[in-house]
């Protein structure tokens, strides 16, 4: 029986599907030159069976035509097989790029998707076979244990997407690198070196990873570096990781602390302010644990101390700059040079305010002037004063202010032992007790209140100690007044005495240090050897004050009666 089947050639090149009715509709003839064939050729053809192919083979073939449907390929069949143009590759694929990607008489390798003989139809796919040989490369490179380089194409949920011979590769974040990776972006893209550490053709599974070549490099150098680890040796490393307690650096396969304190001479708040991930830098090795596998490293001891010749580069007096790296309740720490910090009391900040808080007068980062007032060493400490830098007010009041000159001005504090007056501003003096008025005054709060204007004479002005007495008495006429300086015997006016003086003399908690008041105001002294008994008479102080001042002896009696007085009723009590 005569076989009428026509071949996709004798079709115009394109190729019936199963079960479709062919039409008479005539339809033009692409003319297409066929090699010359010689009488022999056709001989040997014929005596050649077909090839016999089953789904999954992996064939080659030779390219007949190129059509609409795909890519005719003579694979030795009875019928040609086709390639559509979607099996080309993995992104879709237009006639005219098919044309310009493979010619007619080339040779192409397919793998076998479909075989329908009895309706003439074999169907291929160029990237199935490329799969299969991409998954056969990879077989052997699992088996080799062999690193290859891939690039990144995509950032998917939980890692990264690469291709391997044409085959969709999973890199876990996981597996990026030997730390945990938050920021996938900058891989993108890129080309990276991996290694297989799982494949499964039947569930199509890839997957690679990159850290599994850093721990093979890792523990290379790891063995060259535990080799070298002793105290005092000097590496060059990366910072690898920064936390509030210190810094991580890789020495070779094997990460050292530098403890924060071991960063700088210099202050600073955090380790990030010194150095950023990624960084090189020198460190000396402290000290190996290798039981626990810690190595403690030194940044700073490769660093000159500037306590070093500090001696030298600054003296007592100097006028030096710096600026402001922390506050405190007592003071301002002030960086003269890297690693080289000063303290300004607050009682060094200002002559005439009393400064509470460094805050008033500076804050952190300022540039500031100061004097040095002392160095040490040995416990590594520099005292600087700010108010050094300007002339003292106080060594100009006595000329300003001569014994006599009445003042006016408000009461700023109080006392049991007097008043305190600003004679003008951050200048105050103090008016004892017994000079606030003519009559005796027992409780200085039942004449006064704080912020009320009295007025006063200038007693006398100590600008060593920086004291003002004044009295009250004198300029309402209770006294002669002073022409020349006689520093009374209950002291100046110093307002740090309100807090460094107590009953007694005691030093008081919060005194202004370097200032503290010699004045006794405590004059019922007690006498130990009389068990604790008053031993002064009143009137004999008293007699000795006027005295003093000059009073009158009438004035004498009157105080004597006074206090004899007193004396028999305190010994009847």
């Known amino acids: 029986m005569e076989d009428n089947t026509q071949t996709p050639a004798q079709q115009g090149g394109i190729q019936p599907a199963t079960g479709t009715t062919q039409t008479s509709v005539p339809t033009p003839v692409e003319e297409r030159e066929y090699p010359a064939m010689t009488m022999e050729d056709i001989l040997a053809s014929e005596a050649q069976e077909p090839q016999s192919v089953t789904r999954g083979d992996i064939v080659d073939g030779t390219i007949v035509f190129i059509g609409q449907e795909g890519i005719a390929v003579d694979i030795g069949a009875k019928v040609e097989g086709i390639i559509p143009l979607n099996q080309l590759g993995d992104e879709p694929v237009t006639l005219e790029q098919a044309q310009e990607m493979y010619k007619s ?28 040989k991409g998954w056969r ?28 011979e044409g085959i969709r590769a999973f890199l876990p974040a996981s597996q990026v690198d030997t730390r945990r ?78 403890h924060r304190s071991e960063l700088t001479y210099g202050r600073f708040n955090h380790p990030r302010d ?33 306590w070093e010749g500090a001696t030298d580069r600054y003296s007592i007096g100097q006028k030096v700059t710096g600026k402001v790296t922390n506050l405190t309740n007592f003071g301002a720490f002030i960086e003269l040079e890297s690693g080289l910090e000063g303290l300004v009391h607050v009682s060094e900040m200002s002559w005439t305010k009393r400064v509470r808080h460094p805050n008033e007068v500076m804050k952190e980062g300022d540039e500031v002037e100061a004097v040095i007032l002392r160095i040490d060493p040995k416990d ?32 700023t504090g109080m006392t049991d032992f007097g008043v305190f007056m600003e004679i003008e501003e951050g200048i105050e003096g103090l008016i004892h007790i017994s000079e606030l008025d003519v009559q005796r005054v027992n ?4 004449l006064f209140k704080k912020g009320d204007e009295i007025e006063a004479v200038i007693l006398n002005i100590d600008p060593v100690e920086q004291r003002a007495s004044l009295s009250r008495r004198r300029f309402l006429g209770g006294g002669p007044v002073p022409t020349q300086r ?40 007690k006498d130990a050897s009389q068990g604790g008994k008053i031993s002064t008479k009143l009137g004999d102080v008293y007699a000795d004050l006027f005295a003093q001042f000059g009073l009158a002896g009438d004035k004498k009696e009157e105080v004597q009666a006074d206090a004899s007085t007193s004396t028999t009723e305190e010994n009847q009590s």
Request: glycine residues 12%; without cysteine.
């Open 443 to 446: 409780n200085p709060a039942d």
């Open 137 to 164: 490369v990879l077989e052997k490179m699992q088996e080799a244990d062999e690193a290859f380089e891939v690039e990144v194409l995509e950032k998917v949920r939980g890692g990264l997407v690469a291709q391997v």
């Open 105 to 132: 008489g080339e040779q192409i390798e397919a793998y076998v998707v479909r075989v329908d003989l009895p309706n003439s139809q074999i169907v291929l796919s160029k990237k199935r076979a490329d799969q299969d």
């Open 380 to 411: 590594r400490r520099i005292s600087l004063g700010i108010r050094q830098t300007t002339d003292d007010p106080w060594s100009a009041l006595p000329d300003r202010y001569p014994p006599g000159t009445p003042v006016k001005g408000k009461i």
């Open 181 to 258: 990776v938050n920021d996938l972006d900058p891989y993108v893209a890129k080309p990276l070196m991996v290694k297989l550490i799982e494949l499964n053709r039947k569930r199509n599974r890839v997957i690679i990873s990159h850290r599994a070549i850093l721990e093979a490099q890792k523990a290379k150098a790891r063995e060259e570096t535990v080799g070298q680890l002793e105290a005092g040796a000097q590496f060059e490393g990366e910072v690898v990781e920064i936390t509030d307690f210190g810094v991580f650096v890789n020495l070779g396969g094997i990460d050292g602390l530098v």
């Open 274 to 306: 010194v150095v950023k991930v990624g960084d090189k830098v020198q460190v000396q090795v402290m000290d190996v644990d290798g039981g626990r596998e810690r190595i403690n490293l030194s940044m700073k001891a490769l660093t000159q101390d500037p």
């Open 486 to 525: 006689d520093y009374v015997s209950q002291g100046g006016g110093a307002r740090s005495d309100r807090f460094s003086s107590g009953p007694g003399g005691a030093p008081r908690a919060g005194g202004r240090g370097g200032r503290r008041g010699d004045a006794d105001y405590a004059y019922n002294a």
